[in-house]
């Protein structure tokens, strides 16, 4: 099968596509055919050996295709079934070995496409906005890079949950793209700033809950913009890591700060499917919509990963196998 597979940590131009083989499935394993896989921030810093893996490998941790042969002990599953996933290495391939345990199926009404869109950025959200704090009608919920694949599914959702949203993107394309989402404000930080803005935005009381993926050049801001008893929540670092605080900081206001994985919130089965089902209804229902950005084949990967780390995407970035 053709794959795209990293031998050395780099830039962009380490994503090559090679012909390798693929074992049989084996005990509670599921041989999945790759229609569509999702690009995502971690596998950027998977690649830059930011968070280093064993060399060689084959990139992506979400992907959508049909179930081809199932190991020993698979009773979820059965061959031709539409499935989606995440949490599993490898789906920058026209095959993947996924754990059984963790497919989701794609109902009939969702594309491929969709499959690889919503797993991680979509349950992403759902912990995001239920886990750190119980939000109520009108909190206010700053999302940074609102217009980014993650950002749009969180301004639907926290707007979902009655709050007001207040974004912050790079360009007025992107506020737009933010706006049509559903957010209530947008804040340009290429020509503001971003604290200002909110205090103003707020009359001074600052946003109750701030969800950043950003890090290095939010996090500073971030510790000004929150309310009194406000929470932060960090789950990326697409600008770097944020620097050092002294946990003192944080009295003067009462503030929050919580460090977040998606992986660290779907640790069974359950809670993967209770996750799942709460973003396929979302879909279904009409109220949260997933905007694919553009789908490259696997012979772009480089060029679709060099996209994604310009910050140049509105939307999820897909690979297609052509499948």
Known sequence: MKAVQISQYGGPETLKVHDIQIAKPGKDQALVRIHAAGIN???IYQRRGTYPVKLPYVPGLEGAGVVEAVGADVKNVKPGDRVAYVH???SYAEQSLV???HLILLPPDLSFEQGAAFPLQGMTAHYLLHEFRKIKPNDVVLI???AGGMGLLLVQWAKHLQARVIGTVSTEEKAKIAKEAGADEIILYTKQNFVT???????GSGAELIIDGVGKTTFAGNLEAAALRGNIVIFGAASGPAEPISPNMLMAR???IS???LFNYILNKEELMKRAKA???GIQQGWLKLRIDQAFPLEKAEEAHKKLEDRKTAGKVLLTTGK
């Open 279 to 281: 973003v396929i209804e």
């Open 254 to 256: 009462s503030l929050t």
């Open 259 to 261: 460090g977040g994985s």
């Open 88 to 90: 599993e290495p490898g």
């Open 197 to 203: 803005e909110v205090k103003r935005l707020t009359n």
């Open 41 to 43: 921030f971690i596998d």
């Open 99 to 101: 754990k059984a345990e």
């Open 144 to 146: 940074h890079a609102a």
